[in-house]
């Protein structure tokens, strides 16, 4: 969200693509008895997340000019000026705690969460101390630093550093990862000047042969990641 609205002048929010039908209900229908009486083009529908972000003066002078009342978030009171905020894609389970029903839905997914089995692969580090900056830059958490190996997480991936080093080995080392915003990850690794400062070589995304866009990242030790959009699930 933040790599994505830095340098818009106006600023934007979390959305998804409306993937649901959407219906119209009958006019005058009391609680009860509404009924379908039309479709509505879900087409070009985003339905708005939080966080949302904005430049400063640009959002306090919206929030000063609507009415609390009849705006339902920041990004209704920025359009209300006559600005139009970016939409940057969200997350399925980045919902609104609104209604009985989401409190339920967020106690379960709360409760099934770090049950699940996970793989880590051991990458290989040459310069240990190096690897572990340059894995941080690059957007990683670094979950723990213990002797010769670190943890590191991005979202619900992750992987352990190991400080080994055979050039046979590590060059023939290839990591997959998707994001949900590929071209976002990339413009914000390539202001950063990354490739530069750890003389690494990192190719923008590209459309390839097989369907799917991504991008390559090298990292000091000669490791292969391919990092690839994230395919939307019907």
């Given at each position: ?21 959407l ?29 949302q ?6 959002l306090?002078r ?8 009849s ?88 992987f ?21 915003d ?53």
């Amino acid at each position: 969200m933040i790599d994505a609205c830095a340098d818009d002048e106006v600023g934007g929010l979390l959305a998804l693509p409306v993937a649901d039908t959407l219906k119209q209900q009958d006019e005058g229908a009391s609680a009860g008895t509404e009924r379908a009486a039309g479709l509505v083009d879900r087409n070009g529908k985003w339905a708005a997340q939080t966080p949302q972000m904005f430049r400063l003066a640009l959002l306090q002078r919206a929030l000063a000019a609507v009415d609390a009342a009849s705006t339902t978030d920041e990004a209704a009171a920025v359009q209300a000026l006559g600005h139009q905020p970016r939409l940057v894609r969200g997350d399925y389970e980045n919902f609104k705690v609104t209604w009985p029903g989401d409190f339920e839905l967020a106690e379960r997914l709360l409760a099934t969460a770090g049950r699940h089995a996970e793989i880590r692969a051991f990458v290989p580090a040459q310069d240990f101390a190096l690897s572990q900056a340059f894995y941080a830059d690059l957007g990683f958490t670094r979950e723990f630093a213990q002797g010769d190996l670190a943890g590191f997480r991005l979202g619900t991936t992750a992987f352990l550093l190991q400080n080994f080093h055979v050039p046979e080995h590590s060059s023939n080392f290839v990591m997959y990862l998707t994001l949900a915003d590929l071209d976002a990850f990339w413009r914000r690794i390539d202001r950063e000047g990354l490739a530069q400062r750890y003389g690494v070589r990192i190719e923008p995304p590209e459309q390839r042969a097989w369907g799917r866009i991504d991008m390559t990242v090298t990292d000091p030790s000669g490791v292969l990641w391919r990092i690839a959009q994230r395919l939307e699930t019907a």
